[in-house]
């Protein structure tokens, strides 16, 4: 209780802070190591906060801002040897940027062979970069290292830890509310899949065997709901310890590399490939028949040993039909990245599984309200089969992803799930038999009413194939970039870039935002002007050509129809590119409040400076309405998807401009 109180309190808290939070969730180390007696290896280490990425030195043009080393080399004392050399890093094909984009997560470690050639012991270094997390990105930040180059014979020494900051107030961290929505949706998703597990015939039969048992053994209903909240305990406690072996074999590490390892994918599709067989009819996996005995003896011993090895029992003897599912979730649950998910994907798991062995047992006249075990046992383990089938597919598909084989493009991906969930339809309907299958009559209510799903889904999925979106599972298909057809039907081409060419009767600054001609001024003072020529409140948008949600705010929030008739008629909006890497005119360059000393080089220094100033936060996008004395209409929001929310704080603040 503790635990997801303090959980609760952190999220109470970050909601309170988003809108006056500045972010600093990369810190710097520097370390040297001695090669000769005159050669050494700069080593910079990154340390990054959960939920956030770094961008590698290699990003293709047009894509964000890559991390980029320059090294004062004290008028020669030093010579520089080839480039800075990175880690390996993550690779995926980034559906709004349209290409390949290597960034790091956790940690990220950078070397650099140089040669000293005076007697300098000191060199400094700058790195500039730029991080981004699932709901905003951070404006290019540069930090200064410094190298400790040690003196004497020692073979290696650590020089004196650089912590890099950006003078910025000390402010309280983001919590990750990322790992957070992750490891909610692993309970939820194993907490759903254990009650399918109790539906199957290896399981459901067991709940009044078991339940009956207790009863009977006890000498009183009050010892017998404690004998089997004991049993259902035990169950928790097995799974949860092997999700906890999980995580120790693979640590943290390994599991923050599953995503998009190209081996572990291709084993992750064929393990679901095995289990999906399985749950079809082609095998059965079982545990030795050993081990269940042995089990057996040692749950005869009574007390709280005994019926621990009764839970252990019920884990091997129910394997066939738990295993497969257990498999998939600790797959999926190591996939995320954290090392916690495993070990909360079989707590809720094995809660599910558990719950109802004590609640039969305290009110034993439930049992009679259960249906009869029967052949729709076994198409519960079917449906399962197809459903465990159709998720290999894509973590085949992170593999092609990576290799960039385009074997596994859109088109195809959704051909294959429309055969599987087609098929499933027609197994429902009694169409298709398989083994261990019973004949079908008649159609139950619930046996229809799936199929009727299934088949609606299947249909809903048809379009795909010619460049629909397909937004109800947008997460497991590959990006619509990565197509035979990738400006299909339903997919508009909408990029961040801003149009270059003027037009005739554009005030002056002012420019259409393409595809929908929203004016827009990338000039503060400008647009501020035309609003006031106009008689219109400004909407400052505070966004990046590499801010991916700010992407996802205009393909699919702006353009709304009664949002889009907000910003191109009641509003003057101006955008300000904090990445923009345009310098500043010379009398622009002006030095940074923030970093006494140094000076504002590009017009994003400029834009993010003042959000950082005037906001007190960093990242985009951000959304503030303002009158013509510069004061807020209304409180300013950042990343808002729910279109309605979003459309209500443009009304709101419009309606309190006088």
Known sequence: MKKLATVVICLLIYQLQTLAQIHDPVKWQTSVEKISDTEYKL??????????????????????????????????????????????????????????????????VFEQQIVVQGD????????????????????????????????????QRDAQNSEAAEDLSSTPKKASKT???????????????????????????????????????????????????????????????LGS?????????????????????????????????????????????????KVDRQADKGGFIGIFFMALALAIVSFSCTGPIVGTLLVEAAAGGSQVGPIVGMLGFSLALAIPFALFAAFPGWLNSLPKSGGWLNSVKVVLGF????????????????????????????????????????????????????????????RLSLALVTCAFTLY????????????????????????SPYGVGFAKTGGGLASTSHDGLPEGGHLLPPHNILAFNDYDKGLAYAKEVGKPVMID????ACVNCRKMEQNVWVKPKVLDILKNKVVLISLYVDDKRKLAAQEMVESKLKPGKKLKYIGQKWSELQ???????????????????????????????????????????????
């Open 43 to 108: 080593i910079s280490r990154a340390t990054i906060d959960p939920g956030w990425h770094l961008y590698s030195q290699d990003v293709p043009e047009d894509g964000p801002v890559p991390t980029t080393f320059t090294y004062d080399d004290e008028n020669g004392a030093f010579k520089i040897i080839g480039n800075t050399t990175e880690e390996e890093g993550h690779t995926i094909a980034d559906p709004y940027f349209g290409m390949d984009i290597k960034y790091f997560e956790n940690s990220a």
């Open 245 to 293: 072996l999980v995580s120790l074999i693979f640590g943290a590490d390994a599991l923050n590399a599953l995503a998009t390892n190209v081996w572990f994918n291709i084993v992750f599709f064929l393990l679901l490939l095995v289990f999906a067989a399985s749950f079809l009819g082609a095998f059965e996996l079982t545990l030795p028949h050993t081990w269940a005995n």
């Open 542 to 545: 505070f966004t990046g050509h």
């Open 179 to 241: 790992n957070e929505r992750g490891l909610f949706a692993i309970f939820f998703i194993a907490f759903i899949s254990g009650f399918a597990a109790l539906l199957t015939p290896c399981v459901f039969p067991l709940i009044p065997m078991t339940v009956s048992f207790f009863t009977k053994q006890s000498k009183s209903k009050a010892a017998g709901v404690r004998n089997a909240t004991l049993y259902g305990i035990s169950i928790v406690i097995i799974y949860v310890l």
């Open 612 to 658: 950082t100033i005037k906001y007190k936060t960093n990242s985009q996008p951000f959304y503030v309405l303002m009158d013509h004395n510069e004061e807020n209409l209304i409180d300013p929001v950042a990343y808002t998807p729910d279109v309605d929310t979003y459309y209500n704080w443009l009304t709101d603040g419009i309606g309190n401009y006088k």
């Open 387 to 446: 459903l465990e089938l159709a998720l290999a597919f894509k973590f085949l598909s992170n593999a092609d992803l990576v290799l960039q084989l385009h074997w596994l493009e859109r088109e195809v991906f959704i051909a294959v799930w429309i055969a599987i969930f087609g098929a499933l339809t027609l197994y429902l309907f009694g169409k298709i038999q398989l083994p261990n299958d019973t004949p079908v009559t008649h159609l139950s209510v619930p």
């Open 461 to 484: 999925m048809i379009p795909g194939l010619w460049g629909a979106p397909l937004n109800l599972i947008s997460a497991f298909p590959p990006p619509q970039h990565y197509s035979e």
């Open 120 to 155: 300098k012991n000191e060199l400094t270094a700058f790195v500039e970069f730029m991080v981004c997390d699932d709901t905003s990105c951070l404006p290019p930040a540069e930090v200064t290292l410094t190298f400790l180059i040690p003196t004497g014979t020692a073979g």
